[in-house]
């Protein structure tokens, strides 16, 4: 007899879903359908701090391409993927298991590549992963259009022109160190069925895929191939939640700095990818992309109209030093720069 599932947010039909059929492109959006979506967004942002979006256009075959190329990449040899390893500068890279840590209580499986330039030469080369740079940069340029149209979105909801709110993120994946966004390629791998250490039950190794944290940018997108172990605790609750997984859609959550800017308002999500139950999920892979959607570093963000303040929800997210702004940004840099250091060994 199969196990009974799981019971999700998804399932339950807790996070809200927006359409974006008929939204037009971020160069010539329908202006009435804009600020439709806008409103729907700021909303489930303010009370769950994630939506789900649907008919956005992205491929699901692009997403499946650019898994396979990052399984291709996983599967070479230690040696060759030391060559691309993540610039601390830059941010862009390969990054192995256990060189990012947001749990230290635990290991975490997971293998990540940080794209923040579309360079073919910062990619793995041709003869080592073919396509790669074929299919992560059209891909790129979806995720940073869709945000562009998300953006203008969250600016009519917030009351202020939607080119403010494009003025201010305009460098993403321009390569020229100007913006810090990023498109993230992630892999956590199949979970080894430890169950007790050899010895004592102190030797048992305690495993995860992603530990807790909200993410350090304005929103960020989510695409996953499968139901993975994505967990949240929502605005109103202090519980972890299951998430869910619907086929096709993409995630969209908030980060610290639109927290920041708007006083809570939007508060950041925390989230985190736990090891699922069962040993068929255990040994299944996930594959996931994120796109971090961040203002330029010298980006000076609009004082925000006083309608756009409605009654703020009770507090969940405290934001670091580097996030006092009073509705400016001009920490930015400082602050992704704090985050990585807590977070990169």
């Not at 339950?12 to 804009?34: F, N, Q, W, Y």
């Not at 990012?100 to 330039?117: A, P, V, W, Y």
Request: charge should be negative.
């Amino acid at each position: 007899m199969a196990a009974p599932r799981e019971e999700t947010l998804m399932s339950r039909c807790e996070i809200p879903i927006i359409d974006l059929a008929h939204i037009g492109t971020d160069l010539c959006p329908m202006k009435s359908v804009v600020r439709r979506i806008g409103q729907k967004l700021f909303t489930a942002l303010s009370t769950k701090g994630l939506a789900v979006l649907v008919n956005h256009g992205i491929a699901d075959e692009k997403l499946k391409a650019v898994y396979a190329d990052l399984d291709n990449f996983c599967a070479l040899p230690e040696g060759c993927q030391a060559q691309y390893l993540r610039n601390p500068v830059s941010n862009h890279g390969y990054i192995r298991p256990g060189m990012e840590q947001f749990d230290t209580t635990k290991k975490e499986l997971r293998h990540s590549f940080n794209i923040t330039t579309l360079s073919a030469s910062a990619m793995p080369a041709q003869e080592e992963v073919p396509e790669f740079t074929q299919h992560t940069v059209p891909l790129a340029h979806d995720l940073t259009n869709l945000s562009r149209v998300l953006l203008q979105a969250l600016a009519y909801a917030l009351g202020i022109p939607p080119s403010t709110l494009l003025a201010c993120h305009s460098g993403m994946l321009q390569s020229d160190g100007h913006n810090p966004s990023s498109m993230r390629l992630l892999y956590y791998p199949p979970v080894p069925p430890e169950d007790e250490g050899p010895c004592c039950p102190s030797d048992v190794v305690h495993y995860t895929r992603c530990g807790a944290h909200s993410d350090s940018c304005t929103f960020t997108l989510l695409a996953q191939d499968s139901e993975g172990g994505l967990e949240v605790k929502l605005h109103d609750s202090d519980q972890w939640q299951a998430v869910g997984h619907l086929p096709g859609a993409i995630l969209v959550q908030t980060g610290e700095l639109l927290a920041a800017w708007t006083t809570n308002l939007l508060p950041a999500l925390m989230h985190r990818v736990v090891v699922p139950s069962g040993a068929y999920a255990r040994a299944r892979g996930l594959h996931c992309v994120a796109f971090f959607c961040h203002p330029d570093k010298d980006a000076v963000l609009p004082t925000l109209p006083l309608k756009a303040a409605p009654v703020a929800p009770p507090p969940t997210f405290t934001p670091h030093t580097h996030l006092t702004l009073h509705h400016r940004l001009l920490n930015a840099a400082h602050h992704i720069q704090k985050r990585f250091r807590e977070t990169y060994a």
